[in-house]
């Protein structure tokens, strides 16, 4: 039993003390065990640290983790095999290769649609839909939205994005390496008119003309650009596909860990493209602990809602 709180499992002690949700703790605390026995000491053992810490908050946000992975018992053994799906084959030569994450997403859209476009949702459609919701709260904050504007959605996966756009826009295409992601993305869009998804090679956005989009955005897919050698490529390509003014949107750069690397980084990109830089790496969501990168193509007055660089 824990007698200090630096003999906690770090998620949970972060969960504790407010820094990540719930459900974000237990994927990681989940990826941490070897076993679900292990999990659930690890998770029962803060709670009890907790339990003799008068009026802490920390009690109730990891008995609010208990709680969710009561709801969702079978989340452990999904976040294990989804991410063995990837762990199982790679290696830089496989990460390299396009055709690699194809085989991935296809097997992980066939495991869970929920969690194979988001872990953080554990297979669960209504934390996925909230997040989803949340996600598009914010874009409409940052002025990102307009029933004028074409988007492309970059690795669009089923589609679940473009669908929660599709009141807000003109136009939302969509392109993903996945064929059974597309195949779901093509189902749950039937009833858009204004939704197209289409396969791309992921190697670049040569499918669009210049000047196309008023947005471009990517939602947890530019990590695996980064593993793959293809992240300044497509930070290129995003940028030529815009039109003047428009915007680009990056929700995680890498999954390296090095927050102050990623905004160093899309930082130089962003002055070697022309793009100016309205959230660089900013922390904006209460279910997920994803990082927002907007950039603006310059060319013109119009500027976003927000201006934030933090």
């Known amino acids: 039993m824990p007698a200090h709180l630096d003999q906690l499992c770090l998620p949970l002690l972060r969960c504790a003390r407010g820094e990540l949700p719930a459900n974000i703790a237990l994927v990681h605390l989940f990826m941490q065990a070897r076993d679900g026995h292990q999990a659930g000491r690890w998770l029962d053992d803060a709670i009890h640290f ?14 609010d983790a208990r709680a969710l992975w009561d709801r969702c018992p079978d989340s452990f053994a999904l976040v294990k095999n989804m991410l063995q799906i990837a762990d199982r084959d790679a290696d830089p030569a496989s990460a390299a290769d396009p ?16 969690a194979g476009v988001a872990l953080y949702s554990l297979g669960r459609p209504e934390l996925l839909a909230q997040a989803t919701d949340e996600l598009v709260h914010h874009m409409r904050a940052w002025d990102l939205l307009s029933p004028e ?37 093509h189902q749950h869009a039937a009833d858009y008119d204004n939704i197209l998804v289409l396969r791309s090679s992921g190697r670049d956005l040569a499918a669009f003309a210049d000047g196309q989009f008023d947005l471009v955005c990517a939602v947890d897919v530019f990590p695996y650009l980064v593993m793959s050698g293809l992240a300044e490529i497509h930070l290129q390509e995003a940028a030529r596909v815009l039109r003047p003014h428009g915007s680009l949107l990056v929700l995680n750069y890498s999954y390296r860990n090095d927050p102050e690397a990623d905004r160093s980084e899309i930082m130089r990109a962003a002055r070697r493209l022309g793009l100016n830089i309205h959230r660089n790496g900013t922390r904006d969501y209460s279910l997920w602990d994803g990082l927002s990168f907007v950039l603006q193509k310059t060319g013109g007055e119009r500027a976003l809602g927000s201006s934030e660089a933090a």
């Open 50 to 63: 907790f339990e003799q810490q008068a009026g802490d908050q920390g009690l109730a946000r990891l008995r």
């Open 99 to 114: 055709g690699f994450w194809t085989s991935v997403f296809d097997r992980a859209a066939n495991m869970s649609p929920e």
């Open 149 to 185: 504007h074409a988007v492309l959605e970059i690795g669009c996966g089923t589609g679940r994005v473009l669908r929660a756009l599709a009141p807000h826009i003109r136009l939302g295409v969509g392109a993903d390496v996945s064929l059974r992601m597309l195949s779901l993305a």
